[in-house]
């Protein structure tokens, strides 16, 4: 699906979601199980990110954004996230869009059995308000 902004593709539906909480935590959706389906991964940024005055300077305290295939890779970059129980949409800054081969204006239809829906909110929720505080998206998560 092509955004009517111009930017890139994404698909309509996304059919698995999961997390990993190693050294970072990680929240991500996919199109399918396939492993070259297209997918979403968000990663919270660490505490020591935002200590670090390198990544400061480069705009890397924040949360990361890495969409696959291709691992396009953008620090920050949502301005508004919000989900209900059958819809995921995220408004991108130009930079983000850009750079991740996202339209600007993203939505998806969300098929998600309950428990991956439930991980998903709460992954959104920790994930997106990591880092900066200049870069906390507008939050709607049911």
């Given at each position: 699906m092509h955004g009517e902004d111009g930017f890139g593709w994404v698909p309509a539906v996304l059919r698995d979601a999961?997390?990993?909480?190693?050294?970072?935590?990680?929240?991500?959706?996919?199109?399918?199980?396939?492993?070259?389906?297209?997918?979403l991964l968000l990663m919270e940024c660490s505490p020591e990110d935002e200590?670090?005055?390198?990544?400061?300077?480069?705009?890397m305290d924040t949360y990361c954004l890495v969409v696959d295939p291709g691992?396009?890779?953008?620090?920050?970059?949502?301005v508004e996230c919000e989900m209900t129980a059958t819809a995921?949409?995220?408004?991108?800054?130009?930079?983000?869009?850009?750079?991740?081969?996202m339209p600007l204006h993203v939505h998806f239809v969300l098929d998600l059995p309950t428990g991956q829906r439930e991980l998903l909110g709460r992954g959104l929720r920790r994930v997106l308000t990591s880092g900066r505080a200049d870069a906390v998206p507008q939050l709607r998560l049911a």
């Open positions: 999961g997390e990993a909480d190693d050294e970072v935590y990680v929240v991500g959706v996919r199109e399918s199980t396939d492993p070259q389906a297209w997918s200590e670090d005055e390198q990544e400061v300077g480069l705009g691992q396009a890779t953008f620090y920050g970059g949502i995921l949409s995220f408004v991108l800054t130009e930079e983000a869009a850009s750079t991740l081969g």
